[in-house]
């Protein structure tokens, strides 16, 4: 005798449906689209939330004392380009981090009056 699928109820059905496009939204998300971040989640463990600031606090110092100049894109592209064999390299996940924020120079460097001038300010 074939198994026959389980009955279950409107709420139960609701909240299966919820989860499965809610895992399909995930799945087929821009990586880079922050609109389906929540922004209240859970408290965090009290550390810095990029894994920038948490495993490499010196590279994430200079980035905020440089970022956004024409320095910085180069401090950038010599983290992200190794030209030393030896060296073992970034993570992945600070890898993506590192070229978003070479992206994000770009931009600013391309705004009006950016060359040379503090457009924002870092929070502390």
């Known amino acids: 005798m074939a198994d026959l699928p389980k009955i279950v109820s409107d709420e139960e059905f609701a909240k299966l449906l919820e989860e499965r496009e809610q895992a399909e939204r995930l799945r087929t998300r821009d990586k880079w689209d922050t609109a389906a971040i929540n922004v209240i989640g859970e408290p965090s463990d009290g550390l810095p939330e990029s894994t920038i600031e948490q495993k490499f606090p010196h590279v994430a110092q200079h980035l905020v ?5 024409e320095a910085c894109r180069m401090y950038l592209h010599k983290l992200i380009v190794s030209e030393r064999e030896i060296r073992q390299g970034f993570p992945p ?3 993506e981090d590192l070229l978003m924020l070479s992206e994000i120079n770009d931009r600013l460097l391309r705004l009006p009056n950016a060359h040379g001038k503090r ?4 929070p502390r």
Do not use: E, N, T
């Open 93 to 95: 996940v600070v890898i």
């Open 65 to 69: 004392a440089m970022c956004p100049s």
């Open 119 to 122: 457009i924002f300010k870092p």
